[in-house]
C-alpha cells in the first residue's frame, strides 16, 4: 500500500511560479506530497488565483493587520492547523520568519533561494553575481533555520553565466531549474529519501543519480 501523501502548504506572496511547479508535480499520483493548502501574506498574490485555478485551497493571513510579527505568524499556524499540514514550502514568501515559527516547524519547513548557497545570501543575487563576474550560479533548496538563507541544503542546480547575461536573462536560467529542483527536493523529502541529521540533508544512494543529472551547466 501506498503511503500517505504528505501534507504541504506553499507559503507565496507573489505570483508563484514555483508553487506551479510544485502544483503540477504533486498532480502525478505516484508523487509522495499533496498541496493541500496555498496560503498567502498578501491578499492580492497572483499565485492564488493560479492556485484556485488548479483546485488548491487558498488562503490569506495579511501581515498588515497584525500588530506584530508572531500574531500574524500564530494566525497562519492556526489555519495550517486547521488544513492539518504537515510539511511547508515558501516559494517567494517575502516575510521574516520569527525563531518562534521556525522552532514550531523546525525540519518541516523548506525555501528555495535563486542562488547557489552559501554564496549570495540576501536579494539581487543575479545582479550581484554578475557584478562579480562568476561563471556558475544557480538554485538551492534547503530546510529553514533561525539565520536567513541558511540551513541544510536539499537540492542545487547550477547554470553558467553567459557573456552578455543580464540580471533577467539570468535570472530566468536559474527559474527554470528551480523549477525542477523544487519538486526533486519535497519529493525527496516527503519519500523519506532526503534525511536530515547533524545540519546537513543525506539522501539516500537509490536516489542519487536524479540530483546528480541536475548539476549540469550544459543542460540549461
Ligand atoms: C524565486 O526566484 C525564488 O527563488 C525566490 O523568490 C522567487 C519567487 O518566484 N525565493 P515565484 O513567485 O516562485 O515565481
Same mark, same amino acid.
Given at each position: 500500500?501506498?503511503?500517505?501523501?504528505?501534507?504541504?502548504?506553499?507559503?507565496?506572496?507573489?505570483?508563484?511560479?514555483?508553487?506551479? +511547479?510544485?502544483?503540477?508535480? +504533486?498532480?502525478? %499520483?505516484?508523487? %509522495?506530497?499533496?498541496? @493541500?493548502?496555498?496560503?498567502?501574506?498578501?491578499?492580492?498574490?497572483?499565485?492564488?488565483?493560479?492556485?484556485?485555478? @488548479?483546485?488548491?485551497?487558498?488562503? +490569506?493571513?495579511?501581515?498588515?493587520?497584525?500588530?506584530?510579527?508572531?500574531?500574524?505568524?500564530?494566525?497562519?499556524?492556526?489555519?495550517?492547523?486547521?488544513?492539518?499540514?504537515?510539511?511547508?514550502?515558501?516559494?517567494?514568501?517575502?516575510?521574516?520568519?520569527? *525563531?518562534?515559527?521556525?522552532?514550531?516547524?523546525?525540519?518541516?519547513?523548506?525555501?528555495?533561494?535563486?542562488?547557489?548557497? %552559501?554564496?549570495?545570501?540576501?536579494?539581487?543575487?543575479?545582479?550581484?553575481?554578475?557584478?562579480?563576474?562568476?561563471?556558475?550560479?544557480?538554485?538551492?533548496?534547503?530546510?529553514?533555520? *533561525?539565520?536567513?538563507?541558511?540551513?541544510?541544503?536539499?537540492?542545487?542546480?547550477?547554470?553558467?553565466?553567459?557573456?552578455?547575461?543580464?540580471?533577467?536573462?539570468?535570472?530566468?536560467?536559474?527559474?527554470?531549474?528551480?523549477?525542477?529542483?523544487? %519538486?526533486?527536493?519535497?519529493?525527496?523529502?516527503?519519500?523519506?529519501?532526503?534525511?536530515?541529521?547533524?545540519?546537513?540533508?543525506?539522501?539516500?544512494?537509490?536516489?542519487?543519480?536524479?540530483?546528480?543529472?541536475?548539476?549540469?551547466?550544459?543542460?540549461?
Amino acid at each position: 500500500m501506498m503511503r500517505e501523501r504528505l501534507r504541504t502548504a506553499i507559503l507565496i506572496s507573489g505570483r508563484g511560479s514555483n508553487m506551479g +511547479a510544485l502544483i503540477e508535480a +504533486a498532480r502525478r %499520483p505516484d508523487y %509522495p506530497a499533496e498541496i @493541500a493548502l496555498v496560503l498567502s501574506n498578501d491578499p492580492a498574490a497572483s499565485g492564488l488565483e493560479a492556485a484556485k485555478a @488548479a483546485g488548491i485551497a487558498v488562503a +490569506a493571513v495579511d501581515h498588515r493587520i497584525h500588530a506584530h510579527r508572531e500574531d500574524f505568524e500564530r494566525s497562519m499556524d492556526r489555519l495550517l492547523e486547521i488544513h492539518r499540514i504537515q510539511f511547508l514550502c515558501l516559494a517567494g514568501f517575502m516575510r521574516l520568519l520569527t *525563531p518562534w515559527f521556525v522552532a514550531r516547524w523546525h525540519g518541516r519547513l523548506i525555501n528555495i533561494h535563486p542562488a547557489l548557497l %552559501p554564496a549570495y545570501k540576501g536579494l539581487r543575487t543575479h545582479e550581484r553575481a554578475l557584478a562579480d563576474g562568476v561563471k556558475i550560479h544557480g538554485c538551492t533548496v534547503h530546510y529553514v533555520v *533561525p539565520a536567513v538563507d541558511d540551513g541544510p541544503i536539499v537540492a542545487q542546480a547550477a547554470v553558467p553565466v553567459l557573456d552578455g547575461d543580464t540580471p533577467q536573462t539570468l535570472g530566468r536560467r536559474v527559474l527554470t531549474q528551480e523549477h525542477r529542483i523544487y %519538486p526533486l527536493a519535497l519529493r525527496l523529502i516527503a519519500s523519506g529519501a532526503a534525511v536530515m541529521a547533524d545540519g546537513v540533508v543525506r539522501i539516500a544512494a537509490a536516489d542519487q543519480e536524479g540530483s546528480r543529472a541536475l548539476i549540469q551547466p550544459l543542460d540549461s
